[in-house]
């Protein structure tokens, strides 16, 4: 079974956890990836969601194999077979560790600043992780969750070696995984789309997980859609998503970068913030998987911008959008895409908004933009952050460039994906709703 990215695991999962519900469980997922796999099992238990934070140990010459992990509250475990494997010294773990601690650290303190840990005593505990290659950050985690009090411990993940599992089964009192593969090469091998999780992410999933909690949704009114959808582009059927709060200000189709989709894990955090902010979205795979094979097609930007159009004239022909202003939002290539198809008089577009884009792929067209443009780039991306003030130069319309401090191409350092939607808000607001106030800051 392929899963088709972690919250497809986890609505999968959480079918087969329903005997919990009972038992008043608290959900912890395994920062990051296994979050937004426990935030479905969360929904369908109606549990609230918290996190565990351990850190892998990696071998220094190949980090994705586990000598061992560490937790909160001082847990260590360490995989002798492995560490003998290896030929590890004492300076080699102490090394690791010492790395991994701070990280440790850095990231408890992150998540706990604006998420208070709930209390697992006399609690059962449903531990989630994406997936278990060696076993030992479940492990810890377990561990963690027995010193915090648990009463029982549920172990839960869509996939795991099936030797892995056995060492485990020790650890949980119950052990629920989907896929038991005899042959295991990785985690993401089992998952059609398997991106980096952002810590931005992580806590916006808490913290509509614990709006939920306290009785209230993540909006004051549901949805009019939030929906996947398929949309027809010339000869080619797209699959996207559409979310249209209630009275929307303004609609935002999102254009993803090279070796992307619509299920990448940045643009859907932005996408969840401007829908909190009255925004429409609509995330779609620019490419059909046929097509992703030929990487040519990837680069393609007269390709990718025709598709942009021929979606954009789809979205103005259902029923819930005639009248809202239209914006592009675009990411590296597909910010060349968004800036490129802004200027085809087939479509009327009120503004983009470029993440970390490559606008120099968009060639001549960048001097025809009039769309009001902002591209916000990382101050440590030095390259693309270059290419963007040329572009700035060239855009004839109004155009701002924002530079985000401390941030490379992805944004993954802490606060700063939180920032590009800020950014990205503010600035859509402004425009598709120029009577509106944007949030404040």
């Known amino acids: 079974m392929l899963f ?28 990051r990836g296994g979050v937004p796999v426990a935030c479905e099992v969360a929904r369908v238990l109606d549990a ?21 992990a560490i ?20 300076a ?3 090394s690791v560790e010492r790395r991994e601690r701070a990280e440790l650290a850095r990231r408890a303190q992150w998540l706990r600043r604006t998420h208070p840990r709930i209390s697992l005593s006399g609690r059962t505990v449903v531990i989630v992780d994406d997936g278990i290659a060696t076993g030992a950050t479940a492990r810890a985690a377990c561990q963690v969750a027995r010193a915090h009090g648990a009463q029982r411990v549920v172990l839960a993940v869509p996939v795991a070696p099936r030797d892995t599992l056995v060492m485990l089964k020790d650890e949980a009192d119950e052990v629920v995984c989907l896929e038991l593969p005899t ?26 997980a614990a709006e939920v909690a306290r009785g209230a949704d993540a909006g004051d009114d549901p949805p009019l859609r939030d929906e996947d959808v398929l949309v027809r582009a010339g000869a080619a059927e797209l699959a ?25 894990p940045r643009n859907r955090y932005v996408a969840e913030v401007l829908n909190r902010a009255g925004l429409a979205t609509l995330l779609f795979d620019l490419l ?3 097509e992703e094979i030929d990487r040519a097609r990837v680069f393609d930007i007269e390709l990718l911008s025709r598709r942009l159009v021929d979606v954009t004239a789809w979205l103005t022909r259902q029923d819930d959008v ?39 792929l968009a060639g001549p067209a960048l001097a025809a933009v009039r769309a009001p443009t902002l591209l916000i780039v990382g101050g440590h991306d030095s390259v693309v952050l270059d290419l963007n003030r040329r572009a700035a130069q060239e855009l004839s319309g109004e155009t701002t460039l924002e530079v985000v401090p401390g941030a490379t191409h992805l944004f993954a350092e802490p606060g700063t994906l939180e920032k590009v939607a800020e950014l990205a808000r503010d600035w859509l607001v402004a425009k598709l709703a120029p009577t509106s106030s944007a949030p404040e800051r």
């Open 4 to 31: 088709d990215d972690r919250r497809d695991a986890g609505r999968q999962l959480a079918r087969r956890l329903v005997h919990l519900r009972d038992e008043d469980p608290v959900v912890v997922g395994l920062p």
């Open 48 to 68: 609230p969601l918290d996190v565990i934070v351990v850190r892998k140990l990696g071998v220094p010459y190949q980090p994705e194999l586990a000598f061992g």
């Open 71 to 90: 937790g909160e509250d001082d847990v260590r475990l360490l995989n002798d077979s492995v560490v003998a494997y290896s030929q590890l010294t004492g």
């Open 92 to 94: 080699d773990m102490a």
């Open 183 to 208: 042959w295991f090469d990785a985690v993401g091998s089992w998952y059609r789309h398997f991106g980096q999780v952002s810590d931005a992410e992580v806590t916006e999933l808490l913290r509509r």
């Open 240 to 264: 996207g998503h559409l979310t249209i709060p209630e009275n929307p200000k303004g609609m935002v189709v999102f254009a993803h970068g090279s070796g992307s989709s619509r299920h990448s």
């Open 288 to 290: 059909t998987p046929d």
């Open 322 to 360: 005639p009248g809202l202003g239209i914006a592009f939002f675009g990411a590296s290539t597909g910010a060349a895409a968004a800036l490129t198809a802004a200027t085809d008089p087939g479509v009327e577009i009120a503004a983009v908004v470029s993440r970390g884009g490559r606008p120099d």
